[in-house]
T-cell receptor, first 110, second 112 residues
Framework: EDQVTQSPEALRLQEGESSSLNCSYTVSGLRGLFWYRQDPGKGPEFLFTLYSAGEEKEKERLKATLTKKESFLHITAPKPEDSATYLCAVLGEQGGKLIFGQGTELSVKP | ETGVTQSPTHLIKTRGQQVTLRCSSQSGHNTVSWYQQALGQGPQFIFQYYREEENGRGNFPPRFSGLQFPNYSSELNVNALELDDSALYLC???????????FGPGTRLTVL
């Protein structure tokens, strides 16, 4: 069964304190791994798509990496405005159906 | 380019009632997917439509049904509402079945 597990469930950082979020997955025929950011009560905002092991993508203070079993979202020198829930999802060989993890709630204090 | 929009923003219903939620896809997108997100959880896939045909369904009962229209707008209908149906309902659109999905702001449904 396709499955996504994110850790930690919650992460508290001081402004400027770099860290990483983990997304472990099992899926039949990975078509893509997606990272989203979600603010309370709002829809997920797309961040990155990764397609194959070894791929990396960056956007401002965020960098996403992918291996055959997990993905990391690295946050460098975070700011309070980076506080949100970060969701990881995979798309398997069946297509269409995104399978999400439960998310990591990130809080960055000034 | 307009993004994905959903209506209404919030909705309150009572158990046993029926509800229709609406979504307008991002311009140029052919697929629309619906997800249910309970508080503190990741979104759960309900179903996807591609060119007006259902293209995959998650573990949701038949009282959850949908439509996609020629202009790529979509509806999610839920009959015989139950208390556990209270959640944030998200619509997402994409170019093709395997493309990145872009989400709307969601509809918060509360069932009393």
């Amino acid at each position: 069964e396709d499955q996504v597990t994110q850790s930690p469930e919650a992460l508290r950082l001081q402004e400027g304190e770099s860290s990483s979020l983990n997304c472990s997955y099992t899926v039949s025929g990975l078509r893509g791994l997606f990272w989203y950011r979600q603010d309370p009560g709002k829809g997920p905002e797309f961040l990155f798509t990764l397609y194959s092991a070894g791929e990396e993508k960056e956007k401002e203070r965020l960098k996403a990496t992918l291996t055959k079993k997990e993905s990391f979202l690295h946050i460098t020198a975070p700011k309070p405005e980076d506080s949100a829930t970060y969701l990881c999802a995979v798309l398997g060989e069946q297509g269409g159906k995104l399978i999400f993890g439960q998310g990591t709630e990130l809080s960055v204090k000034p | 380019e307009t993004g994905v929009t959903q209506s209404p923003t919030h909705l309150i219903k009572t158990r046993g009632q029926q509800v229709t939620l609406r979504c307008s896809s991002q311009s140029g997108h052919n697929t629309v997917s619906w997800y249910q997100q309970a508080l503190g959880q990741g979104p759960q896939f309900i179903f996807q439509y591609y060119r007006e045909e259902e293209n995959g369904r998650g573990n949701f009962p038949p009282r959850f049904s949908g439509l996609q229209f020629p202009n790529y707008s979509s509806e999610l209908n839920v009959n015989a509402l139950e208390l556990d149906d209270s959640a944030l309902y998200l619509c997402a659109s994409g170019g093709r079945v395997s493309d990145t999905q872009y989400f709307g702001p969601g509809t918060r449904l509360t069932v009393l």
